[in-house]
Every structure is written in structure tokens, then in C-alpha cells.
């Protein structure tokens, strides 16, 4: 069965401070992998996903970046960090089967910018 | 873009009592999921629903995809205080779009023991 972790599952950051978050997925080949943001008001909102290695779209602009080194492995990154850049992100995976492909979500990363 | 409005935005029940949550959309999606999230946790997928007309059980649960394709609804029968949390409707569209699912804004259910 497929599985994705996360890590760390809380982080606190002093503003300025890089930031690198991974996700990895297990069980499956050539997944879409997602990063999401939720903030406080609850709204998911996509920030970045990938179809396949090295190819990354991203939704909004922003100070962070991804990246995804490896098939089943996805890291969302930032030089510099924001005040605003505190929230939960999550990290999801995809797999097209017979055209219909749900999310299925990790456990998250709480990020406190200081 | 695509917008949802899922209804309500919180609900406060009685433990045994029924819920039902709604969503609509002004476009059509092809796949209607539900999730529910504990607090601190990622979205867990619920039930997921990929014809119009289509009505699926989860236990409890039940939910249908509406057939005009722009909404989805979701019971919950005999509430149970384990079902406290935030659940979320998504709609997936398809060609260009099939991997990318626009969210609601959730509804907070809190059940009263």
C-alpha cells in the first residue's frame, strides 16, 4: 500500500532563516506530488505540484520554491523566510487510475516563522 | 478560477443527531471527493464520487455527486463525538486539469456529548 511522509512535523523559524521541508511517497511509481498551505482560516490553497522529476508548476507567487530530485520525493524550500510565511503545509500525492486520481494527504508540517 | 461554496461553515449537534453538509460550484467537475481533518493532521479522503447521480455509503457517511455535476452533498448519520473535525469538499475537472482539485472551505462539525 502506498504511504507519504513528512517532516519535520513542527517547525519554528526566526524570519530571514532558510526553510526545507520534505515529503516522500512510498508504494508507487510516478505520482503527482502537491504542496499545500493552510492557513488559519482553513482554505487549502495549492502552492506547487509535479507531474515527474524536475517538473514543477507553481499556483501563486511567493517566497518559496520547490523542487522534486526524485520520483517520489518532493521538497518545498526558501532562502529567506516570512513572517507570513507561518502556516500547516501539506504534502499530497496523486496516481491516475481509469481517469480519476484523489489526493491523498500527509500528515503535515506546522511552521512558525518568528 | 473554479470556486466552491461549501455550507455551512460550522455546525454545533448533539451526539446521535444527523448532519449534512452541502457544496456547489458554478462549473462542472468530474469527481466529487470528501475529506475529513483531525485537528492537527492532513485531509483524510472520506468517499469519492465519479458519476453524476452517483450516491456512495462509508459507514455512516453518504454522499452524492448532484446531476447537474456543480454540487455534492454529505450526511452523517447518528453523530458519534469521533466525528468532530473539518470536512472539506473538492471538485476535480478533467483534461488539462484532471490532477488539480479546488476545495471548499470546509465545514466544522463539533458533536456534543
Known amino acids: 500500500s502506498q504511504t507519504i511522509h513528512q517532516w519535520p512535523a513542527t517547525l519554528v523559524q526566526p524570519v530571514g532563516s532558510p526553510l526545507s521541508l520534505e515529503c516522500t511517497v512510498e508504494g508507487t511509481s510516478n505520482p503527482n506530488l502537491y504542496w499545500y498551505r493552510q492557513a488559519a482560516g482553513r482554505g487549502l490553497q495549492l502552492l506547487f505540484y509535479s507531474v515527474g522529476i524536475g517538473q514543477i508548476s507553481s499556483e501563486v507567487p511567493q517566497n518559496l520554491s520547490a523542487s522534486r530530485p526524485q520520483d517520489r520525493q518532493f521538497i518545498l524550500s526558501s532562502k529567506k523566510l516570512l513572517l507570513s510565511d507561518s502556516g500547516f503545509y501539506l504534502c499530497?500525492?496523486?496516481?491516475?487510475?481509469?481517469?480519476?486520481?484523489?489526493?491523498?494527504f500527509g500528515n503535515g508540517t506546522r511552521l512558525t516563522v518568528t | 478560477g473554479q470556486q466552491l461554496n461549501q455550507s455551512p461553515q460550522s455546525m454545533f449537534i448533539q451526539e446521535g443527531e444527523d448532519v449534512s453538509m452541502n457544496c456547489t460550484s458554478s462549473?462542472?467537475?468530474?469527481?466529487w471527493l470528501w475529506y475529513k481533518q483531525d485537528p492537527g493532521e492532513g485531509p483524510v479522503l472520506l468517499i469519492a464520487?465519479?458519476?453524476?447521480?452517483e450516491l456512495t455509503s462509508n459507514g455512516r457517511l453518504t454522499a452524492q455527486f448532484g446531476i447537474t455535476r456543480k454540487d455534492s452533498f454529505l450526511n452523517i448519520s447518528a453523530s458519534i463525538p469521533s466525528d468532530v473535525g473539518i470536512y472539506f469538499c473538492a471538485g476535480q475537472g478533467s483534461g488539462g486539469s484532471n490532477y488539480k482539485l479546488t476545495f471548499g472551505k470546509g465545514t466544522l462539525l463539533t458533536v456534543n456529548p
Open positions: 462549473s462542472i467537475f468530474n469527481t
Open positions: 464520487l465519479y458519476k453524476a447521480g
Open positions: 499530497a500525492w496523486s496516481v491516475l487510475e481509469g481517469g480519476n486520481s484523489p489526493l491523498h
